[in-house]
């Protein structure tokens, strides 16, 4: 079982940063896929960022089209901790933001192949 906990949210003006953070406890953090999904009022849930590793210390990422280029997702395997630095956020970023983990291999965009999932953090973005 994983447990995670994301911090970090908070309101923030258009073109401002924030850098969210996703504690995880319980199995080997390190071999997980791990992901930042997020979910605006009446839409549904949608892929932001995953990361998955590669090779002994090296990892890959994946984005959502729409954040590319501002959003950067990142791990410290040390202290168990997934990251979302977001740069340059629009009001549209504005949302609550959820982390997840699967116990697979491979990146997946859709939420359901997760297995594990956060309580959120919100994220409101002010224009």
């Known amino acids: 079982q994983v447990q995670l906990v994301e911090s970090g949210g908070g309101l923030v003006q258009a073109g401002g940063s924030l850098r969210l953070s996703c504690a995880a406890s319980g199995r080997t953090f390190s071999t997980y896929v791990m992901g930042w999904f997020r979910q605006a009022p009446g839409k549904e849930r949608e892929f932001v960022a995953a990361i998955k590793r590669i090779g002994s210390n090296t990892y890959y990422a994946d984005y959502a089209d729409s954040v590319k280029g501002r959003f950067t997702i990142s791990r410290d395997n040390a202290k168990n901790t997934l990251y979302l630095q977001m740069n340059a956020l629009k009001p549209e970023d504005a949302a609550v933001y959820y982390c997840?983990?699967?116990?697979?291999?491979?990146?997946?965009?859709?939420?359901?192949?997760?297995?594990?999932w956060g309580q959120g953090t919100q994220v409101t973005v002010s224009s």
């Open positions: 997840a983990a699967h116990e697979g291999h491979v990146i997946i965009t859709t939420t359901y192949g997760y297995d594990y």
